[in-house]
Nanobody, 119 residues
Framework: QVQLVESGGGLVQAGGSLRLSCAASVSMSIINTMGWYRQAPGNQRELVAT???????NYADSVKGRFTISRDNAKNMVYLQMNSLKPEDTAVYYC?????????????WGQGTQVTVSS
């Protein structure tokens, strides 16, 4: 089974930075798209950033220019560098992996990591 484990969340002041990490239990070579999503209390889960196997990225408008998604294929890790954090970035952040024909196809989620930005 595919497992994703997030780490790196915490409490930070507005304007600060955090880097989230996601460790995958399978090779990046079988994952079509890795992504970060977030869910704030009372809100639906929303896309933050995605990174395809081919290297294409996509960001929510609210984080463009502040967040960067990247990966380390050798370590089966995906990262989300978050700079210039705002209180509205406060949420539980989830790692997501979309696997197609190359492996156990489906969408997989981590358990989430809390990010809290104080004003």
């Amino acid at each position: 089974q595919v497992q994703l484990v997030e780490s790196g969340g915490g409490l930070v002041q507005a304007g600060g930075s955090l880097r989230l990490s996601c460790a995958a239990s399978v090779s990046m070579s079988i994952i079509n798209t890795m992504g970060w999503y977030r869910q704030a209390p009372g809100n639906q889960r929303e896309l933050v950033a995605t990174l395809t196997r081919g290297g294409s990225t996509n960001y929510a408008d609210s984080v463009k220019g502040r967040f960067t998604i990247s990966r380390d294929n050798a370590k089966n890790m995906v990262y989300l560098q978050m700079n210039s954090l705002k209180p509205e970035d406060t949420a539980v952040y989830y790692c997501n992996a979309e696997i197609g024909a190359w492996g156990p196809s489906g969408a997989y989620w981590g358990q989430g990591t809390q990010v809290t930005v104080s004003s």
